[in-house]
């Protein structure tokens, strides 16, 4: 590596910033190249000419693998890793250094545009997926950035909102992915977010940026901004950014140098810097060049594909299709299909594969209409011929979703519906076609007012450059369905957790639902949904066997049980494990994912899994003493086909971390009371208070209870013995 002492301060400023949209600085002198970072996360966007960040200048073909919304929905995290790994290859092909991506964002609200870059409402899912891509790309020798970090949930406002989020949920919902990700991919790059979390830009917040992810995850790599999420580049540098992207022409470079000449910000802080630039920009990486698989890319995008499908309603087992069977194919989206979204992350597809054409491949007799206009106008010509070939077929398979213009980074949505001349033109083929099979195109949940009476409902998310030939493989039983849902489907969106609080305003949006985030809010309002998180049908069927769990040395819960196919078909099941402490001391959602395993089986076959439900993931966040604690107690541990179907139970005793708040005069009586040592002593002193009157008085803070008569100097004894128990690790609490 180039030696930091042969840079002049002004190189090392040059290299904190980009040289132009999409390269590092070079520094041609000490033969320091300059690398190219590129989008991601889903495929590769290297732009040929000038670059943008809004997806629209063109870019050289690249695989368009399923989006993550798809790709979580299959619950397979060895099946992202080999996309990643493709993803890698193409990234080296193309010379790119590393691959902006992936998202682990949770989502907050079915409302934000970019969900369908994103994994999950759940953290563990989101995590389990981040690192797995992570791992994937970095396999190939190419660098992969975390984003958005932190707290980015929506588009509204993106580059200046603030999130106002208390401890805990940002603890164990917003930051766990990226803790997890983190400490086990060992991403090359992180990139801050343009948000403000509490009120502080992300890329300013050296809380974000040095303690929590440096100094308290041990992150070594380089920190990036999103392309422009830099407010003031010296306050960025002093908290831990590392490289300012795209170029600032040169302005934030001459900053920082003054900066340090001024005496404002320490040389040191452009050290850093620039050795984390020279890391990345020096690294070793295979020679650009070679040649495209893309086919072999192709068929791997299909394989994720079909295994994201979600088969959420399946009456009288219509579906799988027979090949015999006269069927009409409505809806554009079998012609044009979505299978990507709109922004950064636009990939300039090998080849897209439609539906229509690969229903045609297998069906003996097909119709197709187009049924409705992407544009949302309405074309009664176009439903009428729809609603003609329905009732002509022996059945119907409909084609529904979001267009384009509806969601994209950049902007939310403003509600949660399919355009109404889609769902007109469903009920009116349902009326003439009741053995009507619905399947949806869409990168953020939809409501679905016919689930009660559509028999059949596929849902197809964004699937990548495959997904038509994906749908067909799952619509005529090649490939057997096994995806589930990475996100809750709602009844409306007013049932949603941040309904009333999404987007903010004034700046500002307040996380109120705190941890109550997806599943955990309405399993614990007792709300219906549409369809649970979880939620994934088959063309064969699952039992469950009683799961057994103990806690390992290391602290982690290991649980097996065993999952039989009792259908006909080869199929795979996801088994999800839901954790859960009854009388805990901390606020709890009724349940929450710890693990899931993805499992093959056979016809009548069993098997026995062991997942394990790691401590970290157990424990929450505590902000009195400012850490992670493991509670202690009887955990109850259920194995699920959802968050809303659960087959068995077990319950394990687990031993965690003692939970000790030093004894100060804030400290309340019933504290004092439960208090190891003190807590005899005052017990001891107090004979005659009976328990009902010790409940009256238990939240009086010690100081209070001197002004209500109670001796000073007897309490001041009392509080020494903590000091003296040696608990006082976290005075000052
Ligand atoms: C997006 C990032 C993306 C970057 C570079 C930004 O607008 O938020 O996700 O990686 O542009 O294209």
């Known amino acids: 590596m180039t030696d930091m002492s042969e840079l002049t301060l002004e190189e090392k ?76 290859t193409e990234a080296v092909i193309e010379g790119v250094a590393v691959v902006l991506g992936p998202g682990v964002n949770i989502k907050r609200s079915p409302l934000c545009g970019r969900n369908f870059e994103y994994f999950s409402e759940d953290p563990v899912v989101a995590a389990a997926f981040g690192t797995a891509l992570v791992k994937g790309i970095q396999s190939q020798g190419v660098g992969a950035s975390l984003k958005h970090f932190a707290a980015n949930n929506q588009e509204t406002d993106r580059m200046r909102i603030s999130a106002d989020v208390d401890p805990r949920p940002l603890r164990e919902v917003y930051l766990r992915a990226f803790q997890r990700v983190v400490q086990e991919a060992r991403p090359e790059t992180v990139m801050c977010s343009y948000n403000r979390i509490n009120g ?47 170029s600032s022409g040169g302005r934030s470079d001459a900053q920082l140098a003054a900066a340090v000449r001024a005496g404002a910000l320490e040389e040191q802080v452009l050290d850093r810097i620039a050795e984390r630039v020279l890391a990345l920009a020096e690294r070793e990486r295979p020679a650009p060049g070679g040649k495209l698989d893309v086919d072999g890319h192709h068929a791997l995008a299909r394989e994720a594909a079909a295994r994201s499908i979600v088969l959420l309603k399946n009456e009288d087992e219509l579906l799988p299709l027979a090949p015999s069977a006269r069927i009409a194919v409505i809806g554009e989206f079998a012609r044009t299909p979505r299978y990507q979204g709109a922004g950064s992350s636009h990939i300039a597809a090998t080849r897209v594969d ?20 992407l544009d949302g106008q309405d074309d009664p010509g176009l439903a009428a011929e729809a609603v003609r070939i329905a009732g002509e077929a022996e059945l119907a398979v409909v084609f529904l979703g979001l267009p384009d213009q509806d969601e994209s980074e950049g902007f939310d949505r403003g509600d949660i519906r399919l355009p109404a001349a889609q769902l007109a033109l469903l009920d009116a083929v349902v009326a003439a076609q009741p053995r009507t099979v619905v399947v949806l195109s869409n990168g953020g949940v939809v409501e679905l007012p016919f689930a009660g009476t559509v028999p059949a409902i596929v849902e197809g998310w964004l699937l990548g450059q495959a997904g038509g030939s994906a749908l067909a493989d799952v619509l005529f039983g090649r490939v057997n369905p096994s995806g589930r849902l990475a996100e809750t489907i709602p009844l409306r969106l007013e049932d949603t957790p941040a309904f009333l609080d999404f987007p903010g305003e004034a700046g500002h949006v307040r996380y109120g639902e705190g941890l109550f985030v997806g599943y955990r809010w309405y399993e614990a309002r007792r709300l219906p949904v549409a369809f649970p998180f979880g939620h994934g049908l088959s063309y064969t069927s699952f039992d469950y066997g009683t799961p057994s769990a103990v806690q ?19 199929g795979r099941e996801v088994v999800q494990l839901y954790a859960s402490l009854p009388g805990s001391a901390y606020t709890r959602p009724p ?35 400012d850490r992670w604690i493991l509670e202690s107690g009887s955990y109850r541990i259920e194995a699920g086909a959802s968050s809303a179907d659960i087959r068995a139970s077990t319950e394990v005793v687990v031993s965690g971390d003692e939970v000790r708040l030093p004894l100060t005069w804030h400290s309340s009586l019933a504290e004092l009371l439960a208090h190891p040592v003190a807590g005899p002593a005052a017990r001891a002193a107090l004979p005659t208070a009976d328990e ?37 690790e976290a005075a000052g609490v």
């Not at 929590?212 to 540098?237: I, K, M, N, P, T």
């Open 200 to 246: 502080r830009y992300a890329s300013e917040d050296p809380w974000l940026l040095t303690r929590v992810l440096r100094e308290e995850w041990g992150f070594e790599g380089l920190v990036v901004s999103d392309w422009g999420a830099v407010d003031d580049r010296v306050a960025a540098a002093a908290a831990g950014l590392d490289l300012e992207m795209p």
């Open 354 to 373: 439609t539906a229509l054409e690969a229903i045609g491949e297998t069906a003996q007799a097909l119709a197709f209409a187009p049924g409705f206009r």
């Open 692 to 728: 009902a009157m010790l409940r009256m008085i238990s939240s009086i803070p010690l100081r209070r209870l001197v002004a209500m008569g109670v001796p000073e100097e007897g309490l001041a004894q009392l509080i020494a013995l903590d000091a003296e128990g040696g608990a006082s």
């Open 13 to 88: 400023a040059a290299l904190g910033s980009g040289s132009d949209f999409r390269h590092t600085q070079a520094i041609d002198r000490l033969g320091v190249p300059a690398v190219m970072l590129t989008d991601g996360p889903h495929g590769l966007r290297k732009q040929l000419g000038p670059s943008d960040n809004l997806g629209m200048n063109p870019a050289v073909p690249a695989t368009c693998f399923p989006p993550a919304v798809a790709l979580a929905s299959s619950f397979d995290v060895e099946l992202a890793e080999r996309v990643g790994a493709a993803i890698g």
């Open 591 to 625: 349940r929450e994912l710890k693990a899931f395993a993805n499992v093959p089986l056979e016809p009548g076959e069993t098997r026995e899994v062991t997942l394990v439900l790691r401590r970290d993931d157990l424990a929450v966040w505590d902000q009195r003493l």
């Open 552 to 570: 390992t040395p290391s602290g982690d819960v290991e649980v097996t049980l065993a999952v039989s196919n009792t259908g006909q078909r080869p």
